[in-house]
């Protein structure tokens, strides 16, 4: 009887310890625990050495090394993905930089680091178009893209750019924009790849899209007066522009003296900054 309890109490113990095991990973590769990205500087600092000293394979080792430590740091994927790409070892370099982008989703830091995101989806479509096996990840990407989110059309059309191919870049890219109107980078890109092509009435709608939602892009401003359009608050929705200082609605009438008469001619009014006290449009 003993010897039987004896069991039942290490199998339960076993069990629980498992269970505990279990959802520590749970937390380290999930970001339950916190949202935070731990990351060494010093080992950053090395691996980045390294790979600057072209000493790719070991910067691929010490990157990896970092990720292992650290699930959910997505820049260690991301420069790990480049090492390979510099070897030229193009189908680790496409699994490190997915596994970048599946990371990124586990935490809010990475799920709002839009402008790193689109780092790695560059660095994941110059991967798969260099690939010796780019027809068979493109026609998976194709098959994704029939019911798969903007981002999927994106990165097709980001794929068949750097493989040369304008027509259907230019045709996926329209997909994706269509489907993501309020996409910046999708506009942005569009419009960017329409004008450098010569197709400037075609690039103008999403450069201004483009331009509406972030107006302080240089790239966008430069793109759009070469297409032959003046940046400025016209290109901004009326919504997003600096209100004005004086209240809205008719100034309320006065009442002058004591026979009853209203006017408002003495009524002074505060000047809107910037505005020039002429008669006429200025030009």
Request: proline share 7%; aromatic share 8%.
């Amino acid at each position: 009887m003993n010897t039987r309890l004896s069991r039942i109490v290490s199998k339960s113990i076993t069990t629980i310890c498992g269970s505990a095991l279990a959802l520590g990973v749970v937390i380290a590769t999930t970001g339950c625990a916190s949202d935070s990205i731990p990351r060494s500087r010093d080992a950053e600092n090395h691996a980045m050495s390294l790979y600057n000293a072209q000493q790719y394979a070991d910067a691929a080792g010490a990157f990896h090394n970092m990720a292992r430590s650290n699930p959910r740091d997505y820049r260690s994927f991301y420069h790990l993905g480049n090492c390979y790409v510099q070897m030229k070892q193009w189908q680790e370099a496409i699994g490190a930089y997915r596994s970048g982008l599946d990371v990124m989703g586990t935490t809010l830091q990475g799920k709002a680091d839009t402008a790193f995101r689109q780092q790695i989806l560059n660095g994941l479509a110059s991967a798969i178009a260099q690939s010796d096996k780019s027809d068979v990840e493109i026609l998976s990407l194709t098959q994704k893209a029939q019911s798969g989110t903007p981002e999927d059309i994106f990165l097709l059309a980001k794929v068949y750019a750097y493989k040369n191919d304008p027509d259907m870049a230019i045709e996926t890219y329209s997909r994706a924009a269509l489907r993501d109107p309020g996409n910046f980078y999708i506009q942005k890109e569009y419009g960017l790849y329409l004008e450098r092509f010569g197709q400037k009435d075609r690039a103008r709608t999403p450069l201004k899209n483009a331009y509406a939602m972030n107006s302080n892009d240089p790239e966008v401003a430069d793109a759009l007066r070469r297409v032959g359009v003046i940046p400025g608050p016209s290109l901004v929705p009326e919504n997003q522009l600096a209100r004005p200082l004086v209240p809205e609605g008719p100034i309320p009438m006065i009442h002058l003296g004591g026979n009853g008469s209203q006017s408002t001619a003495d009524v002074p009014t505060t000047p809107v900054p910037g505005a020039t006290p002429t008669a006429g449009p200025r030009d």
